[in-house]
C-alpha cells in the first residue's frame, strides 16, 4: 500500500496506521503525540494531539475525510494522501489542543523533575502560545502518597492513561486506573495501596508529563545536569539494559532507554530502577546520545577530539630523499638516515 | 594640489631638519610651554577618586554582585531549577535543591529551593544570562548595588547563600513601601 504523506511516499503493510508511516518516514512529518505509546497495546486515541487532515481518502473513494483524524489510530489505505504539518488546519487544531491539555496543567516546570524530558513542554513549544486564555482556578487534587518509590502529583496529569495500560499489561494484578468521571476524572490507586509490582516502575518511563516521577530521584538534580550513560547488568527479572543518570560517580537515577519518540526499547523492573544505585552494580557502555534540540545536551562535551599528528614530516623526508636521488649523490648516505626516518 | 599638502585631519605638521636659532637651542621658551601646560591641569577637575571613602555612583543598569532575592513577604524567590546554571557561558554556578518542609513555608516560596547555591565569582563574567533565564525573578545583579570584593585567597571568590542572598531588612523595607 502506497500511502503520500505532506508529499512524501512510503509503501507499507495493511494495517499500519497513519502516525506510524508517518514515523517510518521520519523527520517534521511526524505527528506529536502524548497517549500513543508503541509498546503498548490499546494506547492512542485519547489527547487528540496527532490530528492529521486526509486530503485523499484511498485510490477507490478519492474524497477527502471531512474531519480531521487522530493520526495514531486511523489506518492507512492504498493511496491515501495526507497533510500534516503542511496543512494549517492541523497546525491550528494542534495549537488548540495543547491549549487545552494546558488548562489544567499547572506551570511549575522549574520545580517539576520532568522539565528537559517532557513531552507536554515539547509540544508547547513547538504548538503553544505564549499567554493563556485560562483565567478561571485550576482543577487541583489533594497529595497522595501511592508508595516509597514512585511519585503521583496528580495536578499535573493530562489523563493520557499510558501508565494505567503498563500496569493491566505489565503486571499481573492491575491496582490503579481512572477513577471518577469529566472535570474529576484521576488516576489513583483504589483504595490508596501502594503498587508494589516488579515493573511498576515502568509507569514513570511511559508517563509524557510530571504526574509519575522517581521518588528516589525527587528533586535532586535537574535532568540536564546529570549525564546519561548506556548501562546494563546480568537481571533475571528483566533485560537489564537501563540508562543510568550519573553526577560525578553517584548514580542519581536509572531510566530505561527511551528513542527519538521518548518511548523505552525495553521495560525495566523495578530492581534495576530503585534498588541498584552502585556504580559497581553497572557495566557502562558509553554515553547516551539524544536528539540535537534537547536541553539534555546542553554543557556535556562529548565529542570526539581528534589525535593531532603532523603528517608533514613524512613528505618532507620522501622529498629529502628524492632529491639526493636526483642530484646523484646516492654514494654519500644521509646523516642518522635512520632516525629522521621515523 | 598634491597629496603632500593637503592635511584631511588638520594637524599635518611639516618637519624639518633646519637649524636651530641660538635661542632656540637654549629650550628657554619650549621649557617654559611645557610648564604651562602642567601648571593649567593642577587647576582642572580631577578625573580619579579617592576610591574607598569616596564611590562613584552606579548606572541604573550597572551589573555587581549577584543577589538572589525576597518576595514581599520575605521568602525566598529561588526554587533551584537550575535555569541560571545551564544558561551561564562561563560555569560559574552550581546549586543544590532541597524539599520543603512543613512550618518552613515562610522561608521558601516553592516546595522546592536551593538549600546550596554558589557562584564563582572568579569564573563570573557578570554578563547577566542568569538574570534573563531565572523564570521566578530570583536573581539580580543589578540589586545589590556591591563589587565583588577582592580577596587574597581562591576560596573566598566562592559565594555561598550567606553573602548572596536579600538580607532580611532589605526585605522588610521593601514590603513596608509596598504597603
Redesign the interface.
Known sequence: MKVTIDGQSIEVEPGTTILQAARMIGGEVVPPAMCYYSKLEGSGGKCRCCLVDVTKGSEADPRPMPKLVASCVTGCQDGMEIASKASPRVQEARKSVTEFLLINHPL????CDQ?GECDLQNLSFEHGKSETRFIETKRTFEPEDIGPNIQLHMNRCILCQRCVQVADQLTDKRVHGVMDRGDHANISTCISKAIDNEMSGNMIDVCPVGALTDKTF?????V??SKPYNAHRDCDKCCGKTTVWMFGNEIQRVTGRKDEYHEVDEFICNTCRFDKKEVNDWTIEGPRTFEKTS?IN??KYALHVPKVEIKTEDHILIGREEDRKKISMIDVPLENAENSKQ | MSLDTISLSGRKKEVSNKKMSFLESLYIVAIAKGLVITIKHLFRRKVTIKYPEQKREFSPVYRGQHMLKRDELGRENC?????C??ACPA?AITMT???RKKGEENLYR???YASVYEINMLRCIFCGLCEEAC??DAIYLTESKVIVKSASNREDFIYGKDKLVMPLEMAIKNSKSIN
Open positions: 511549575d516546570c522549574p520545580v522539565a525527587r528533586f535532586k538534580s535537574r540536564w545536569f536541553v546542553r554543557n | 526554587t533551584a531549577c537550575g535555569m546554571a545551564v560555569e535543591a532541597a524539599e516553592e516546595e522546592k523564570p521566578k
